[in-house]
């Protein structure tokens, strides 16, 4: 089974701060890779699929980059509306699996 | 508008059985465009796939939970559901109900999500 890493597990970041999550993949699944943002008592809306991919409706201010086996995602100046857990998910041949989770507190 | 929406007991007895229906409307179930799937999230801790379902009701699980899970469709009434056997207090959780992309060669991403059920396993 891939397992997938996520760094760090929390991150404390001021408003307008660029953030900067990584998520690692035990082995190559090219760019089949989902980011989710999760707030606080909802459930997870997704963010970015096909590695970098932008769901509609997102802001710009995320973005997702990588292949084979490691990726990032970034929040290029953070806003207090961020502030969620936020899930990498790979979803290589009808197997999937998350990230533990990166929390980001404002 | 898609909408997912999760139903169910809130609490499940050690050993018995966990049954939730997820309730579709704004699209059916048997479009060959999606998968539909099941993932949960014990309180404080992170997401785990379940396990999805195609529209042809062909199924695919998490290795760990695939001797106690099975997920189903009911067409007519458009909705599918999750059985887990002989739970335990490890399998609190809340539990969401998700659409599931597909791709040539694998489902993908979940999008849009149920709100979520909590169920508690306790005597």
């Known amino acids: 089974d891939i397992q997938m890493t996520q760094s760090p597990s929390t991150l404390s970041a001021s408003v307008g701060d660029r953030v900067t999550i990584t998520c690692r993949a035990s082995e190559t699944i090219n760019t089949w890779l989902a980011w989710y943002q999760q707030k606080p008592g909802k459930a997870p809306q997704v963010l970015i699929y096909k590695a970098s991919t932008l769901e509609t409706g997102v802001p710009s201010r995320f973005s997702g980059s990588g292949s084979g086996t490691e990726f990032t995602l970034t929040i290029s100046s953070l806003h207090s509306d961020d502030l969620a857990t936020y899930y990498c998910?790979?979803?290589?041949?009808?197997?999937?699996?998350f990230g533990q989770g990166t929390k980001v507190e404002i | 508008q898609l909408q997912l929406q999760e139903s169910g007991p809130g609490l499940v007895k050690p050993s018995e059985t966990l049954s939730l229906t997820c309730t579709v409307s704004?699209?059916?179930?048997?479009?060959?465009?999606?998968?539909w799937g099941w993932i949960r999230q014990p309180p404080g801790k992170g997401l785990e796939w379940i396990g999805s379902l195609s529209y042809s009701g062909n199924t695919y699980y998490n290795p760990s939970l695939r001797n106690r899970v099975t997920i189903s469709m009911d067409t007519s009434n458009n909705h599918f559901s999750l059985r887990l056997n002989s739970v335990t207090a490890t399998d609190t959780a809340i539990y969401y109900c998700?659409?599931?992309?597909?791709?040539?060669?694998?489902?993908?991403?979940?999008?849009?999500w149920g709100q979520g059920t909590l169920v508690t396993v306790s005597s």
């Open positions: 998910q790979h979803y290589k041949t009808y197997s999937l699996a």
């Open positions: 704004g699209d059916s179930i048997n479009s060959d465009s999606y998968f």
């Open positions: 998700a659409r599931q992309y597909y791709l040539l060669l694998s489902f993908a991403w979940f999008d849009p």
